[in-house]
């Protein structure tokens, strides 16, 4: 079967830098996605990586490393708003929907 | 980004009655839409896929003869929960594949249904 595992919850300060990491074992691999998800409202997309590397977009990274199965997101210069479910997508296969990890709630304080 | 709607955003129904859930992809053609169930506190679960002009292709678990889904234009994509129970209570979430993103090949979520069956 397919398998995404990522922390339950995890907590921070403001400012601070936090990394959220998703290790998978799928079946196969055609990308890898992050989303935030807000209580009660859809996924929002934040970033995408196919190739082993790191993608920067403002305040958000994201690493991949194909042959370890892993991933992390980082954001930096956290802020309140930041408080949300950040999931790690898998898409096996182009064009198919994307396996979800069950989140990872970040609750950042002041 | 690319804009998919959901309607409705909420619904309370009583149980045995059914509810039709619409998902539009707004400015791009989608020849396929996903719908996943949220339940509390848990990740999002793939129900089925939704494609364009043919029948949709349901995952394990799932009846399709309960949760009805229509794909009759390229921007539109309803779910049907027939005689709805107290268990289906959750929240329904479209997404729709955009295939004008290359190879980031992006979905994109609709708002979510939340429905509430009593």
């Known amino acids: 079967g397919q398998n995404i595992d990522q922390p339950t919850e995890m907590t921070a300060t403001e400012g601070a830098i936090v990394q959220i990491n998703c290790t998978y074992q799928?079946?196969?691999?055609?990308?890898l996605f992050w989303y935030q998800q807000h209580a009660g409202e859809a996924p929002t997309f934040l970033s995408y990586?196919?190739?082993?590397g790191l993608e920067e977009k403002g305040r958000f990274s994201s690493f991949l490393s194909r042959s370890k199965g892993y991933s992390y997101l980082l954001l930096k210069e956290l802020q309140m708003k930041d408080s949300a479910s950040y999931l790690c997508?898998?898409?096996?296969?182009?064009?198919?929907?994307?396996?979800f990890g069950k989140g990872t709630t970040l609750s950042v304080s002041s | 980004g690319a804009v998919v709607s959901q309607h409705p955003s909420w619904v309370i129904c009583k149980s045995g009655t059914s509810v039709k859930i619409e998902c539009r992809s707004l400015?791009?053609?989608?020849?396929?839409m996903f719908w996943y169930r949220q339940f509390p506190k848990q990740s999002l679960m793939l129900m089925a896929t939704?494609?364009?002009?043919?029948?949709?292709?349901?995952e394990q678990g799932v009846e399709k003869d309960k949760f009805l889904i229509n794909h009759a234009s390229l921007t539109l994509s309803t779910l049907t929960v027939t005689s709805a129970h107290p268990e289906d209570s959750s929240f329904y979430i479209c997404?729709?594949?955009?295939?004008?993103?290359?190879?980031?090949?992006?979905?994109?979520f609709g708002p979510g249904t939340r429905l509430t069956v009593l």
């Open positions: 997404s729709a594949r955009d295939p004008r993103g290359g190879s980031t090949d992006t979905q994109y």
């Open positions: 799928t079946s196969g691999f055609n990308g």
């Open positions: 990586n196919v190739l082993d």
């Open positions: 997508a898998v898409r096996v296969v182009a064009g198919t929907a994307l396996i």
């Open positions: 400015d791009f053609q989608a020849t396929t």
């Open positions: 939704s494609n364009e002009g043919s029948k949709a292709t349901y």
